[in-house]
Nanobody, 122 residues
Framework: QVQLVESGGGSVQAGGSLRLSCVASGNSISSYRMTWFRQAPGKEREGVATITSGGNTVYADSVKGRFTISKDNAKNTLYLQMNNLKPEDTAMYYC????????????????WGQGTQVTVSS
């Protein structure tokens, strides 16, 4: 099991940038697939970006070219750099730890952070 704490959310105008961080404890993130999810009010939680233990990345179509997921195993920290933010990116953002097979499927994750709010105004 791994404990996760997100930070870095905030309010920005469209076109702005934010960098989210997710600090892990209890186990090394190098052993996990790490993924960022988001959930807007009234919508299902959706996978945004994922990175395998080996560093391979996959992005949702809605964020390709704008978001970058990365990690620092030495700091046991996951990041999400978000550029050219749009109002539709407004959501609570969560990080989660899963297995190689978890992909972007929220049902395959058991370890979650508490979330950090991102609000993008037009």
């Amino acid at each position: 099991q791994v404990q996760l704490v997100e930070s870095g959310g905030g309010s920005v105008q469209a076109g702005g940038s934010l960098r989210l961080s997710c600090v892990a404890s209890g186990n090394s993130i190098s052993s996990y697939r790490m993924t960022w999810f988001r959930q807007a009010p009234g919508k299902e939680r959706e996978g945004v970006a994922t990175i395998t233990s080996g560093g391979n990345t996959v992005y949702a179509d809605s964020v390709k070219g704008r978001f970058t997921i990365s990690k620092d195993n030495a700091k046991n920290t996951l990041y999400l750099q978000m550029n050219n933010l749009k109002p539709e990116d407004t959501a609570m953002y969560y990080c989660a730890a899963g297995s190689f097979y978890s992909g972007l499927d929220r049902r395959r994750y058991n370890d979650w952070g508490q979330g950090t709010q991102v609000t993008v105004s037009s």
